[in-house]
Structures are given as C-alpha cells and as structure tokens.
C-alpha cells in the first residue's frame, strides 16, 4: 500500500461517523439525515454544511446562463439576477428539503465545475423565521428579523417572505500624514457612526398552465446607508488647528420580476424566461474643512442619482441521448442600461461653484444576444466530459458627455474532463474562455469626497477576456471528510485595471484596459472531521498576477484584485449544544493610481458563538464579532506630479469597529 493510500485509509477509519451517503454516477446524495446533528432551520443551513462545497454566486459573467451560480433548485438554476442565492436557500424550509445533490461529474449543465441540486418535498405549508438583535461598540442596538413562508394549494406551489436588516457600528480611526522625507505632517482622529438599513419583500408562484409549468418571482428591496464623519487634524506639534465634517446619504431600492416556463415533452426539456431588473441610486455627500476658530476653508458637495435597469429573455431546450449523454442548446436576448446625473460643487469660502467632470452626466446602453449549445457525457465509466461554446455579439453606445458607440463580438468555448477515482475521489481538467462583465458606473464619472479623489469614467472601456486552465482534485474519507485542491492559470487580455485618461495636466484615474496580463494560482478545500463531535474546514488560496503598467511600462501585479484569502471555521456538537469560532482574512494587492499607489487591508475577522437546540424547534444563537479588534488598514504613497515623478508624501490609515456583541433566534412555523 502506498503512503498515499495509508494516509487516506488512516484518516477514513478516524472520520468513520455519521451517517452514510448514497453514491450515484458523478454526484453524491445527502440525505436529511445527514443534516440532523446540527439541528438546520433553513436549505441554507443545509448547503453550508455539505463537505468540500462553498457557494459562489457567480455574478462576474455575462449573460444569465454564464453568471448563474452552482445552487440549483429542483434542477434549474433561479430565475433571477437581483436575489442572492443565500437569501432565496434562507427561505425554503429544511423540512421541505427532500435530498441535497453534489452534481461532481461533467455535464452537470452550467459553467460550474461542480455544484449542488436541492430537491425540494411536494407537501403542506410551512414558514421559517430569523430574529437577531447585535449591540455595537458604541452601545445601539440594530434588531433585524426575516420570515418566509411556502406551501402549496390546489396544484399551485406558492412562497413569500420579508427582512429587515439593520447595522449599527462606531467606527473610530487614526491618520498620519508624512512629507517626502517622512517627517509627520498631522495627524487626525476620527470617528465615523454609521447606520445600514435593509428592508426586502418577495413572492413566487408556481402553476400549471397549458403543458407548461409556470413560474412568477418578484422582489422589492430598499437599502439606506448614512455615514458621517468627524475628525480633528493635529498639527505636528500636536496642536488642533482643523476639523474635517463629513456627511454621506445613501439610498438604494431594486425591484425584479421574473417569469418562467418549463415542460417536458417527447423527451426535450424546454424552457423560456424573461428577467426585468430596475434599480435606483442615489448618493448626496458633502464635505467642510473648518480652521480651529471656526471659519470655512473648503467645502465640497456631490448629488448623484443613477437609474439602471436590465431585461433578459432567454430559451433553452436539453435533450437526453443514448448512451447517458445529452445536447442542450439556448439563446439570450439581453438589454443592460445605466443613466447617471452628478452635481459636483467647490467652496473655497467665497461661495459653491460648479465642478465639471468628464463623462459625468452619461447615457450607457448595451444590447446583446448569446447563443450556446453543450454536449455531455461519458467517454467510459470513469471518464465523462463536457464540451461546448457559445457565441455573442453587443452593441455598447454612449450619449451625454461622451458619445461612443462599440460593436463587440466573442467566441467562448469550454471543455472539462472529469476521471472518476474510486467511490468518491476525481480528477478535474477544465479548459475556457471567460468573458468579463462590465460595470455600467465605470463608464461614469464621481468624486470620493472623503479620500479626495476622483474616479473618472471610461469611455472606451471595453470587457476583459481570459483563456483560463483549471486543474482539480477532490478526495473523500470517511463520511463527511475532503480535501480538494484547484491550481490555475489565465491569460488575460484587455486587462482590467486603472489607467490615466484626460490631457496633459488634467489627467484623472479612470478604470481601463492595461493590455494582456497573467494570473496564476492555487485553492485548498478542507473538511476534517475531529474527535469528540467537532470538525475543522479550511478554505485558502493564493494567487499571483503580472501585467504591464500603462504610465511608467514596468511589470507589476495587476491592481487591487485578492492575492490571498484564507477562512477558518472550527465547530463542535455537544449533544443540544454546539459552539465555535470563525475566522477570516483577505489580502488584496496595491492599486496603482496616477499619482499614488494604495495598499489597502480589510480587517481579519475572528468571531466566537455558541448554539443551543434544547428547546424543541427553537434555535437560540449567540456571538461575538471582531473579536481581535482587527484594524481596516490603508497606506498611500504620493508622487509628485505623477508615478513617474519624486516621492511626494503619503498616509497611514487605521481605523476599527470595535466588537460586536449579538444573540438570535430561528424556528419553524
């Protein structure tokens, strides 16, 4: 026996517990029973505890079928684009789960290399409820509460269900400003009180109608932010000779409707859906610095207010052929729009006058249709595949400050070879071509009055595009125990990152394409089983990337993407107890502005909680967040007149939240 193969008997004979799991042809089956030890309220609680799984949303594609998720439900993917699908598994009760699929094997229909299908039961009505109360640093109190409920009347599947999350938190922060040879210039304290709200209301319905099977879902949600900011400047004498007053108002509401018809009839799997998306933004910030005696010295205001909207029509029929293999084919007819208009003002002390920004008050339209097909199966009994590719073609026009008008074109094949090893082990190859998506705003222009500086729009921004290689592994011991292991490599064009645009002495940073690039990197999935009821699961990875700089042309990283992540979570089950602690820390690389380079660092989160379940279908949750008082940490480094200039000063900034301290409740209704 190899020592490959003694390690792996040896930590299966150690994770031989729990309950069993039904194997099928590339997916493994969980049954409720699985589940039960840690007493799930929601198909959420569920999918979060399937081994070796972590959910994406995949909402940085294109197109509704290359930016669906790796959830299913009931075989389909949701038809929607503005609902998170953590919030719609949230909604459908535990008890309503039939079985939970772990589809592993080519062919699982998506651009996913593995995903999960959450069989729902045909039954009676229930509803699940989540109430929670946190305390932050400061002492408010922020209550959120979020209730669904779904049955079934008459051949009618129906659903609906509401939240209200609020965030309270008291944010404190330091900075030090430095000249160019590092002496301390000021200093500033800062507090920055900050109030988040979220209310969503939705429904579904599912029917019958004339051999089809109907589905309607709609969502209505509204997110408010206010934030203020107070902070006294030192000199370097330590004397408070300013202050700097910052108030920012955001408001956000999303409406969606979605319909969908599905059937199936002389062996073609059909179905046709229609998506209508409409948001509303709108931001009001404004900013005053005042001397120590209270007279003005600048001020600034911003009013932005966005409309954007997205209308999708998509089809798609799957047929099965001899031999376990299948052909899917689809199209899609998208229209994506953005409108934004900005208001920037400056006072100097002799009154506000007006700032003009390029591409500030812009006009941003993209028509685009996609057609794909897909061909999957087994090549042998271990060996399956899936191959494919789809072709799209947009237009993307301008109107306003900048008119332009962009006809683009791609071709994006895939092909992915999964090697069965064993009952439960398998080898992945995945080859692809990705297609970026694009941000609407980054075609428009804003100011950040609280870091003084301007993000421009981009005009001539076009997506970004990736040959990518995915090489996998997954291997399984005992029962709930895996290891997975994913290396990469994309080769890039048209990079996305920061570029100056503008005329000399005028130039702005703008998000643009730097030309091709490199990204590599490795990802590591671990669920260990540990003794005395308790697990660990790791999730990291790491990554490195290399591109060309637009305005000095030396190699660097490209800016701002996550170079290293790494999540942490440890739980033990004690009979109607449970308790843990999570942690989590993510690492971005610098952004390289024109005229500074900016290394940012969110905090590391390390939470403590514990559960009980000793009170029938009441679950009872309390924790502690931010545990370690973990630091948002930003440092910037200035040059004069731009990079390829001298030094020219810089900043550090450290600013915390402080712990937050909360207790919930969720049960079955």
Do not use: C
């Not at 004498?237 to 002389?266: H, M, Q």
């Amino acid at each position: 026996m190899s020592s490959w193969a003694a390690l792996k008997f040896a930590l299966g004979l150690w994770a031989a517990t729990g309950v069993a799991l039904a194997q099928e042809a590339g997916r493994l089956v969980f049954q409720p029973d699985f589940f039960a030890a840690y007493e799930p309220q929601s198909a959420l609680d569920m999918v979060q505890r399937v081994p070796g799984f972590s959910i994406d949303e995949g909402e940085d594609r294109r197109g509704f079928a290359g930016a669906q998720g790796n959830v299913l439900i009931d075989g389909e993917p949701p038809a929607t684009k503005a609902q998170e699908i953590e919030d719609i598994l949230a909604r459908i009760p535990a008890s309503g789960v039939l079985r939970i699929e772990l589809v592993r094997a080519a062919g699982a229909g998506t651009q996913q290399s593995q995903l999960v299908n959450v069989i729902r039961r045909v039954g009676g009505g229930e509803g699940v409820w989540t109430a929670e109360l946190a305390q932050s640093r400061d002492g408010r109190l922020s209550p959120s509460a979020e209730g669904a409920y779904s049955g079934r009347w008459r051949g009618v599947e129906y659903g609906v269900s509401a939240a209200l999350d609020m965030e309270r938190a008291a944010i404190r922060g330091e900075r030090s400003d430095f000249d160019a040879v590092g002496m301390l210039n000021e200093r500033r304290v800062e507090r920055l009180p900050t109030d988040e709200r979220e209310a969503r209301a939705g429904g579904e319905l599912s029917f019958d109608v004339a051999g089809w099977r109907a589905g309607l879902n709609a969502q209505l949600s509204r997110a408010e932010l206010d934030e203020q900011l107070f902070s006294t400047v030192f000199d370097a004498s330590g004397i408070a000779d300013e202050f700097v007053i910052g108030d920012l108002a955001e408001r956000e509401t999303i409406g969606e409707l979605a319909l969908s018809l599905r059937r199936e009839r002389n062996g073609w799997r059909s179905e046709l859906a229609a998506i209508v998306t409409r948001t509303r933004f709108s931001a009001d910030e404004s900013s005053s610095d005042v001397d120590a005696g209270g007279a003005l010295d600048e001020a600034s205001h911003q009013r932005q207010r966005v409309d954007s909207g997205e209308t999708i029509l998509r089809g798609a029929v799957r047929r099965t052929l001899p031999g376990a293999w299948s052909v899917e084919l689809g199209a899609e007819a998208t229209l994506n729009t953005l409108e934004q208009r900005l208001e920037l003002t400056e006072d100097d002390g002799s009154g506000p006058a007006p700032v003009v920004l390029p591409s500030a008050n812009v006009r941003v339209e993209e028509q685009r249709g996609e057609a794909r097909i897909m061909l999957s199966g087994p090549l042998s009994p271990r060996w399956s595949i899936e191959a494919g590719g789809a072709f799209e073609a947009s237009v993307l026009t301008q109107s306003g400050d900048a008119d332009a008008e962009t006809t683009l074109s791609y071709f994006k094949p895939t092909l992915q070879l999964v090697r069965a090893l064993g009952e439960g082990d398998q080898l992945r190859l995945r080859i692809y071509r990705d297609v970026g998506q694009l941000d609407f705003e980054d075609f428009v222009s804003a100011a950040d009055l609280q870091n003084t500086a301007v993000d421009a729009g981009n005009p001539d921004l076009v997506p970004e595009t990736s040959w990518r290689v995915e090489a996998g592994a997954d291997w399984r011991f005992g029962e709930d125990g895996v290891l997975g292991l994913t290396f990469y490599h994309w080769s890039v064009e048209d990079a996305l990152d920061v570029v100056p645009i503008g005329a000399p002495g005028n130039r702005f940073d703008a998000p643009g394409n730097i030309g091709d690039a490199t990204l590599w990197g490795a990802r590591i999935q671990l669920a260990l089983p540990l003794p005395f009821d308790a697990e660990l699961r790791l999730d990291a990875m790491a990554q490195r990337s290399e591109a060309t700089d637009p305005l000095t042309g030396e190699s660097r990283e490209i800016s701002a993407i996550e170079e290293s992540a790494f999540i942490a979570n440890l739980r033990q089950d004690l009979g109607a107890f449970a308790w843990g602690v999570d942690y989590e820390r993510e690492v971005e690389t610098p952004e390289f502005r024109l005229d500074r380079i900016e290394t940012e660092r969110e905090p590391e989160e390390l939470t403590l909680w514990i559960e009980t379940t000793a009170f029938g279908d009441l679950k009872l949750r309390a924790w502690a967040e931010n545990v370690n008082d973990s630091a948002e940490w930003r440092r910037r480094s200035l040059f004069d007149p731009d990079r390829l200039g001298g030094p020219d000063g810089g900043d550090v900034r450290a600013r915390r939240q402080g712990v937050t301290l909360g207790v919930s409740a969720s049960g079955r209704f």
